[in-house]
């Protein structure tokens, strides 16, 4: 029997639930049990993946091909547990599909309403694919009080009297504010917000009140005597020195221990915390530095890169290093040698990442050519690795070398896919068709090239399966005239068909993939790609 945990939050946005419920996760898990965390995101969007980066931060894939909110990348590394089209739902999907059901008349003349048809929806996809888990997580987006997710309140309300009793439990992530010019910390915000989720009909059962300052005793029992809480179910979330020492930062606040206690759990085995307290020790004692330079078009907002900022993390882990990155504006590159040199020359590594649409894409060119020129090692993901096809052509010879994603060209270097192979068959997609859901999504199959430098960082292996996101391909009828310019294709797809993998024999390290290797780093467990790629830049640094 799967005992389910709902996490909501109030008072701001981005107090952390998403961090707040991977660690707690991570720290059931270190008590041995089976964990699954979900998502349930109030906007109207079927999935993100039409939303700007600005707009919403990264768009996490899963093995399956669902387009999901980033908040799953954090429940992925913390737990190692796969995520998958399940585990995230929006209000975009259930009105889609209680729509489609109200067309083909599934409903027999009934009135369609949010309860019971929208709740009800709702409550079978927390309820499905429990898959003898012991605990599944559902963080509820957005705050209490928003219009937009009144019937995910009302569904977890509904479940709550539904499942078995001390079958479910509520925690409520709040914040705790200092005022500087009072000098004190102030509950009233707190007191407001549970006040609002009572009025929803959920009672709290944890508070995990976000400050920056400690919280006092005397206002813990303020908290609890106000919010109808037990003093000790009142735990302090205070600023950690990095989102890898939260689960033992939450430990030692004794959340994981008043989460079993509200299920009536009092025998449970302490949780073995050593891989998280090895992470922690990597993170704040590392034995050197290197700087990255992340040459991107969505470098204003870090979240554009979330997993990718942590694949670097996760890399310098790996060779107890500090990774110093360096975001680098793509569009800042106009062409002028020495402004480039200035840009590039203090890097040990470049990484060029994904992205979509023409705006940057010179600047990501000038710095693929200025890494195979110096010697500096290089990684390019999934536009990365075709802006390293359209430099190779282009010092080819193949002047007007470009993407069809760019427009019209004589030289289609990198073209629009139209038709590929996955486990379900034939997938095809037609140029002006719908963007959301078309692209190349989730988990395929690659062979790499007998003694090629990937088969080394792979430890030797000849097959891998990794995430992939893009509606373009390296042209095929370009590979014989780019390996001549010394650009080696040591990855294809399993037909042979579709390029994955470029590498340059001749340099330090020099690495681009068609797929986004960064969706499966964990810290306790680092991309074997980024953990190479840090390993360069470290011997780079020793060459400066």
């Known amino acids: 029997m799967a005992r389910y945990i709902f996490i909501t939050g109030g008072v701001v946005s981005s107090l952390g639930k998403g961090l707040m419920a991977a660690s707690l996760a991570a720290l059931l898990q270190a008590r041995g049990y089976k964990v699954r965390i979900r998502k349930f995101d109030p906007y109207l969007n079927v999935d993100p993946g039409t939303m700007s980066p600005y707009q919403h931060g990264e768009v996490y894939v899963t093995d399956d091909g669902a387009e999901t909110d980033l908040d799953l990348g954090h429940y992925e590394r913390f737990t190692g547990v796969s995520a998958r089209q399940s585990d995230n739902i929006t209000s975009g999907r259930v009105y889609r599909d209680i729509i489609a059901k109200e067309r083909r008349g599934d409903y027999l003349g009934a009135t369609v309403q949010v309860i019971p048809h929208v709740t009800d929806a709702i409550k079978e996809f927390a309820l499905a694919d429990q898959d003898g888990h012991d605990f599944i997580l559902c963080e509820i987006g957005g705050t209490v009080g928003d219009i937009e997710s009144l019937p995910f309140m009302e569904a977890i309300r509904q479940l709550r009297y539904d499942l078995e009793p001390l079958q479910t439990l509520s925690v409520h992530v709040t914040l705790v504010p200092y005022i500087a010019a009072a000098g004190e910390l102030k509950t009233k915000p707190t007191q407001h917000s549970v006040r609002e989720l009572a009025s929803l009909g959920i009672k709290p059962d944890v508070l995990l009140c976000r400050a920056e300052h400690p919280i006092p005793d005397g206002e813990r029992t303020k908290i609890a005597n106000f919010c109808n809480v037990r003093k000790e179910a009142v735990i302090p979330a205070l600023d950690a020195s990095s989102i890898y020492s939260v689960p033992l930062q939450y430990h030692e606040a004794g959340l994981d221990g008043e989460v079993l206690r ?283």
């Not at 693929?368 to 010697?375: K, L």
Request: charged share 25%.
């Open 262 to 544: 509200g299920f009536g759990i009092t025998d449970a085995k302490d949780p073995d915390l050593s891989r998280w307290n090895d992470v922690v020790d990597r993170r704040e004692n590392p034995e050197g530095e290197v700087t990255i330079g992340v040459v991107g078009k969505y470098v204003g907002l870090q979240d554009a890169y979330k997993s990718l900022n942590e694949a670097l993390v996760h890399g310098g882990m790996a060779n107890r290093v500090k990774v110093n990155i360096r975001w680098i504006d793509a569009e800042i590159f106009t062409g002028d040698e020495e402004e480039i040199i200035a840009a590039l020359e203090p890097l040990h590594g470049i990484l060029v990442p994904g992205g979509f649409g023409e705006r940057g894409s010179e600047g990501k060119i000038s710095s693929v050519r200025f890494a195979r020129e110096r010697n500096v090692p290089f990684f390019g993901i999934c536009l990365g690795m075709q802006m390293a096809c359209v430099e190779a052509a282009r010092a080819a010879g193949v002047e007007r070398a470009s993407s069809t994603e760019f427009g019209d060209t004589a030289e289609p270097v990198v073209g629009i896919i139209t038709e590929w192979m996955s486990e379900e068959g034939i997938q095809e997609r037609q140029e002006g068709g719908d963007m959301g859901g078309t692209m190349r999504l989730g988990a395929y199959d690659a062979k790499l090239s007998e003694n090629s430098h990937v088969a080394q960082i792979y430890g030797g292996a000849l097959e891998i399966s990794e995430r992939h996101r893009h509606r373009y391909e390296v042209n095929a009828a370009y590979i014989d005239r780019l390996q001549a310019q010394g650009l080696v294709f040591s990855g294809m797809s399993p037909d042979g068909l579709l390029p994955e993998i470029v590498e340059r024999p001749d340099h330090p390290w020099f690495v681009g993939v068609q797929f986004h290797p960064e969706l499966k780093s964990r810290p306790f467990d680092p991309h074997p790609l980024f953990a190479g790629f840090v390993a360069a830049a470290v011997e780079q640094s020793r060459l400066v």
